[in-house]
């Protein structure tokens, strides 16, 4: 009875959190088809005809299709900067392959705790001097910079939990550093890295601060970029702004979802040591 009555109520605790989570989307999803009137009357009924009207003037008014192009490239290189340079850092300060080891530990730590806010100003003079603004592949970078420590101490994680026989018997074989490192240790962590990607490219797709402050010009504007755009214009219009919620979400949902799976199998064995 204690086995089944303890059950039951996980079972009604999981379920509660998960409505409290997708009620909000389904109201975005529903009242992105209606229009005012509609949304006003009653938000919660469903749409009385799917017309397509909001999404198009979503798409034509926030600049989504550059957006789109724009997001990819921002978030693909922020992704892919924190995953090579995670990954090779996590591996040195796993294996402790550097005398200097606890003090970079402590200076990534350190790291983590200070206030991107704190460096916007110099990173944005900096870039201006260079003419680099304006630029998504520079503010991937910067973006991959921010996240880095994060990333390290994840990536790192992962390394701690590859037994050290392997690698000494790569090493016996006569595969060189970079060999052991691309052929026998990455695949192990993939699930790791998965973890970190999806992560890192969340976090690069829905940013705001560093992108709305290095990217000034209309065409190099994000999809986040684009759809806060309108809200000035169709801040009454609920029915548009509902559709450019869902654009702006959708494709990382979709993400999120195929990749799930691995996300928590990375997350839960990276929780092992640490």
């Given at each position: 009875?204690?086995?089944?009555?303890?059950?039951t109520?996980?079972?009604?605790?999981?379920?509660?959190?998960?409505?409290?989570?997708?009620?909000?989307?389904?109201?975005?999803?529903?009242?992105?088809?209606?229009?005012?009137?509609?949304i006003?009357?009653n938000?919660?009924r469903?749409?009385?005809?799917?017309?397509?009207?909001?999404?198009?003037t979503?798409?034509s008014?926030?600049?989504?299709?550059?957006g789109?192009?724009n997001?990819?490239?921002?978030?693909?290189t922020?992704?892919i900067?924190?995953l090579?340079?995670s990954?090779l850092?996590g591996?040195?300060?796993?294996?402790?392959?550097?005398?200097?080891?606890?003090?970079?530990?402590?200076?990534?730590?350190?790291?983590?705790?200070?206030p991107?806010?704190?460096?916007i100003?110099?990173?944005?003079?900096?870039a201006a001097?260079?003419?680099?603004?304006?630029?998504v592949?520079?503010?991937?970078v910067?973006?991959?910079a921010?996240?880095?420590?994060?990333?390290?101490?994840?990536?790192?994680t992962?390394?701690?939990?590859?037994?050290?026989?392997?690698?000494?018997?790569?090493?016996?074989?006569?595969l060189?550093?970079?060999?052991?490192?691309?052929?026998?240790?990455?695949?192990?962590?993939?699930?790791?890295?998965?973890t970190?990607?999806?992560?890192?490219?969340?976090n690069?797709?829905?940013?705001?601060?560093i992108?709305?402050?290095f990217?000034?010009?209309r065409?190099?504007?994000?999809?986040?970029?684009?759809?806060l755009?309108?809200?000035?214009?169709?801040?009454?219009?609920?029915?548009?702004?509902?559709?450019?919620?869902?654009i702006?979400i959708?494709?990382?949902l979709?993400?999120?979802?195929?990749?799930?799976?691995?996300?928590?199998?990375?997350?839960?064995?990276?929780?092992?040591?640490?």
């Amino acid at each position: 009875m204690r086995k089944t009555l303890r059950s039951t109520v996980s079972h009604l605790v999981l379920a509660v959190f998960a409505i409290t989570a997708l009620v909000p989307l389904v109201l975005v999803l529903l009242n992105s088809f209606k229009d005012n009137s509609e949304i006003l009357g009653n938000p919660f009924r469903l749409p009385q005809s799917l017309s397509a009207e909001n999404f198009l003037t979503a798409w034509s008014y926030g600049r989504f299709g550059e957006g789109f192009l724009n997001s990819i490239l921002l978030t693909g290189t922020t992704v892919i900067v924190v995953l090579v340079c995670s990954s090779l850092a996590g591996y040195v300060l796993a294996g402790q392959k550097v005398r200097t080891w606890p003090i970079i530990m402590v200076y990534l730590t350190m790291a983590m705790t200070v206030p991107i806010q704190l460096f916007i100003f110099p990173l944005y003079s900096v870039a201006a001097s260079l003419g680099l603004t304006d630029n998504v592949f520079v503010v991937g970078v910067i973006l991959a910079a921010i996240n880095m420590p994060f990333a390290t101490f994840l990536m790192r994680t992962f390394f701690l939990g590859i037994p050290a026989e392997i690698e000494e018997a790569a090493l016996v074989d006569g595969l060189n550093t970079f060999q052991l490192v691309t052929r026998v240790l990455l695949p192990m962590v993939r699930p790791g890295l998965i973890t970190v990607g999806v992560i890192i490219g969340l976090n690069a797709w829905n940013e705001f601060l560093i992108s709305s402050t290095f990217l000034q010009a209309r065409d190099t504007k994000t999809l986040t970029l684009g759809f806060l755009t309108m809200n000035g214009t169709f801040s009454t219009d609920i029915g548009t702004m509902m559709a450019g919620a869902l654009i702006l979400i959708v494709p990382i949902l979709a993400v999120f979802v195929a990749l799930q799976r691995y996300v928590v199998d990375g997350m839960a064995s990276g929780a092992v040591k640490g």
